[in-house]
């Protein structure tokens, strides 16, 4: 029994009210609507059915039965087919569908309609929007005879309207042994999009007749195991798809003197490649800064959701944009991260650079060790001594004539020890100590000497910013071009709060570049980290020195990726192209080959740096000079007295 449940269709049956037709024309309402199917249209739907249920392209299979408004058999014979196959299946009122497709959002279903004449079609077209989705599949019944429907108008609407290809039409004349399928990539006539006959084997192509095809010219061919039944994508035949680039890191735009667009860079490369494997026909609207003044994302996002374009090929953070959602994201391209460029601090002063090598806290400790070192050295003459009953004193040792008092002279003569180095020690103490002494300012000189040797083609530099909130904390004014970066720091802790409402958004009109504000208007810029990898910028002083600083702390990780129309067809075909190029390394090719001429360039300016010689100045040497003359001048005082 339990096996039994287990293999039954499962059948959701939305409950609706009685029909409210009156009793008067209800038994005329039956015998117009009503119609008996014979063995022979039993046997063929069947057929059908079961070539449908073994198409790979309808797995998984999980039917979704629109109940019709009218009676008929063809309801019935649905659901004993989905029972005898155990099929799981639906079903819905076509009334109900509004408040049913609200909560199926990312359910595939393969829908079936029964419609009796073109009118109740049109009100599944234009009436039920959310019933026609790409991902799905549908099964459209038309139960009347000898009616004549522009079938092609019908299947091409969907297509443009809706993006729906994968539709069946079971007619119903010869018995339902033919459907119509559509083919938007084919050529007709002058455009794209065919109808085509495909009809059971066991019966001649001579019984089909043409009446329920509004075109003669459309193919007629049998079905079997090999018969396509949906596009798959793979040869577009030069079809056209209205595509959308602009300006950015990855994708340059200019124009010959004949006005012809140039696309280069890795996304151009991208681009040509889709249309190349896809067998498309790109129309390329570009967008550069110069002409154009809006945020290009945001705009290019409002033209996916107009409609007007099928794809944009210029890398998106995969983040939420909170005026845009009817749009989706192909897989991912690159990763980039936020920053903050800063004004560089620039460089110390070169007065001091006999102090800089060692930082305020090893000064303070070198003084402090030494007083200890001094006060050590009195306390190992002063243990010597009384170990030895004072009879040995030190002939160096001043005689005290008591013209001085003793304090005074006690503190002169330790300050003297502080300044020169010990003299020769009497005993093993005072020997062991001199020698520890001696070694570890041996060490402290020769690190003090590399550092300022170093210092000459290494300049010390005066704080960075390299948090947040230094940047916060700076007082500096924080400018993008983007909204949707702004919109980044929307959050809830402290410091985002803050950073959202300092950043200014700037016209897109400026002709400057946003690292120009950053040299040379002390401001601060919110942009993509790979600003600073992919472009070369001539941001430097005299010396070669950079203009321009990367705060260390980065806001938020990011993968890029591009943008296509939502619940788009082509994703999947596009996706699977994209995921090839970066797998085959032609992605990371195309990186390279721009980035490489930047590395060159950044290479040579930092080796003729280094081939620079620096040349010693009294700037370096003023403040010694300075304390030099201070101590002189404080010898002859005290000399004279």
């Known amino acids: 029994m339990f096996s039994y449940v287990r293999n039954c269709t499962f059948l959701c049956i939305l409950l609706f009210p009685k029909f409210s037709a009156s009793s008067k024309y209800s038994k005329l309402y039956d015998k117009l609507l009503t119609k008996s199917l014979s063995t022979r249209e039993v046997d063929n739907l069947k057929e059908l059915l079961n070539f449908v249920q073994r198409s790979s392209e309808f797995h998984p299979l999980t039917l979704s039965i629109v109940r019709p408004e009218f009676r008929s058999d063809f309801l019935d014979f649905f659901l004993r087919y989905t029972t005898e196959n155990s099929i799981e299946s639906y079903i819905v009122r076509a009334r109900d569908l509004s408040v049913t497709l609200a909560s199926i959002n990312n359910v595939r279903f393969t829908w079936i309609l029964i419609i009796r004449d073109w009118a109740s079609l049109n009100i599944f077209i234009y009436r039920q929007r959310n019933l026609w989705r790409s991902s799905n599949r549908y099964l459209i019944i038309f139960t009347n005879e000898g009616v004549k429907l522009p079938w092609r108008d019908a299947l091409e609407k969907l297509w443009r309207k809706y993006n729906v290809y994968r539709a069946l039409v079971f007619l119903s004349d010869e018995h339902f042994r033919c459907l119509l399928n559509y083919m938007p990539f084919e050529v007709f006539k002058y455009g794209f999009g065919s109808v085509r006959k495909l009809c059971l084997k066991e019966n001649s192509t001579e019984e089909s007749g043409q009446n329920s095809l509004e075109n003669e010219e459309s193919e007629v061919l049998h079905l079997d195991r090999h018969t396509k039944l949906f596009e798959d994508f ?143 050295w009195y306390l190992v003459k002063y243990i010597d001594e009384s170990l030895q009953g004072g009879s040995s004193k030190s002939t160096d040792e001043p005689i005290y004539r008591g013209e001085i008092p003793r304090c005074v002279t006690s503190f002169v003569i330790f300050f003297e020890k502080l300044c020169y180095p010990f003299e020769r020690g009497e005993t093993l103490s005072q020997r062991a100590l001199l020698f520890g002494t001696l070694f570890f300012s041996l060490i402290v000189n020769g690190l003090y000497q590399s550092c300022l040797v170093s210092s000459l083609s290494k300049p010390f530099h005066q704080p960075q910013l390299n948090t947040l909130e230094d940047v916060l904390n700076s007082g500096k004014t924080v400018v993008t071009k983007y909204a949707n970066l702004k919109d980044i720091f929307q959050d809830d802790s402290e410091v985002d709060s803050k950073l959202y409402q300092s950043i200014q958004v700037i016209s897109q009109g400026r002709k400057e570049d946003i690292k120009y504000f950053v040299a040379y208007d002390d401001k601060i810029s919110l942009t993509r980290y790979q600003t600073m990898e992919l472009e070369d910028f001539d941001y430097y002083d005299e010396d070669e020195n950079p203009l321009i600083h990367v705060v260390n702390e980065t806001p938020m990780n990011y993968r890029i990726s591009y943008v296509l129309r939502f619940r788009s067809p082509y994703a999947e075909r596009v996706d699977f192209l994209l995921l090839r190029l970066s797998e085959s390394g032609l992605v990371c090719f195309w990186f390279e080959n721009m980035t490489h001429p930047i590395r060159l360039v950044k290479a040579r300016r930092k080796l003729d740096k280094e081939k620079t010689w620096i040349k010693l100045a009294m700037d370096h040497y003023s403040i010694t000079f300075l304390s030099l003359v201070v101590g002189l001048l404080g010898s002859i005082v005290v000399t004279r007295q």
Not at 251 to 274: C, G, H, R, W
């Open 234 to 376: 793979r040869n577009l035949n030069n079809y056209p798809l209205n595509v959308m680039v602009f300006e950015s890191l990855l994708m340059n735009v200019s124009y010959t003197d004949e006005n012809q667009l140039i696309l280069t860079k890795p996304d151009a490369s991208v681009l040509f490649t889709l249309e190349k494997t896809m067998g498309a026909k790109f129309r390329v609207k570009a967008m550069n800064k110069i002409k154009f003044r809006e945020d290009p994302f945001n705009y290019s996002l409002r033209s996916i959701e107009n409609g007007t374009v099928d794809m944009v090929i210029t890398g998106f953070f995969i983040k939420l944009y909170s005026d845009s959602k009817m749009f989706q994201f192909t897989c991912a391209m690159y990763e980039d991260k936020l920053c903050f460029l800063a004004p560089d601090s620039g460089l110390l002063s070169k007065a001091y650079m006999p102090f800089l090598p060692f930082k305020k806290s090893l000064w303070m400790l070198l003084m402090a060790y030494d007083v200890v070192v001094t006060l050590l």
